[in-house]
């Protein structure tokens, strides 16, 4: 239960971009120390690359961190910053973060080796591109650090950005090299996608076909379809019925206890 959450918690900054720094909110489970080697993960807000909801994935960084993982919620630019952003700058400030929180494992008391990225929409694309897009990286980033995360777990991600997927009329020069779809190779994280059937941004389609290709690589990836509901079914407060906040969150748990992120616990309840 999420409700009365009590651990600690912290925010710093990860970069100073020249619109503005980025932020990182950071929960620590009770009884967390320095010295910890603790699982963690790392969530992006969506957005379509424009506009920015920095609490987006609180209550799930909450509960996981109640779950004995350290919790990130990562700030990235987004284009109301400055008309000039693209999509790009967005890409290379999530592969900022995920090398800031490696690189300051030993600080954070996590294993650089088990930090999982989520996200929803433009935020699901930016944790998939952690893990697949070569290009985009910031300069001032020591690229001596991988921002490969070591799991994903993706919210109606837009995980396809050629012609038939999302975002095509603003990438459409460099889509190849920009699309998760358009890149996946052998050895990339196990991958849990959830998705609503009448979702007009992210196509089952496109979400098939992205596990095929994983697959085709021998990579996990597993898909939840959820009946008749649309884009952004899973955010709890924006949708009237809020099951399916609970059938998103009662998935991810599942899908970090079978990688062993998180130990087996009855009774599970979101509020």
Known sequence: MISGFSQSSDTIIYKNAPERTLKLKIYYPENWKKTDSRKSIVFFFGGGWHSRNFDQFDLHAKYLAKRGMVSFVADYRVTIDDKNLTPENCVMDAKSAIRYIRSHARDFG???????????????????????????????????????????????????????????????????????????????????????????????????DFQDRMIKHNNQCDIYYYSNQPHGFFNKGKIKDPQYFHRTFSAMISFLEGLNYIKPRENFIAE
């Open 110 to 208: 996590i294993n650089p080796d088990s930090i999982a990225a989520s996200g929803g929409s433009a935020g699901g694309h930016l944790a998939a591109a952690t893990a697949c897009i070569s290009k985009y990286n910031d300069p001032s980033d020591d690229l001596a650090i991988s921002c490969v995360p070591n799991a994903l777990i993706l919210f109606n991600p837009v995980i396809n950005n050629g012609p038939d997927g999302y975002g095509y009329d603003r990438v459409k020069e460099y889509y190849k090299s920009f699309s998760p779809t358009d890149n996946i190779y052998e050895g990339m994280p196990p991958t849990l996608i959830m998705v609503g059937t009448k979702d007009k941004y992210v196509s089952r389609k496109t979400v098939l």
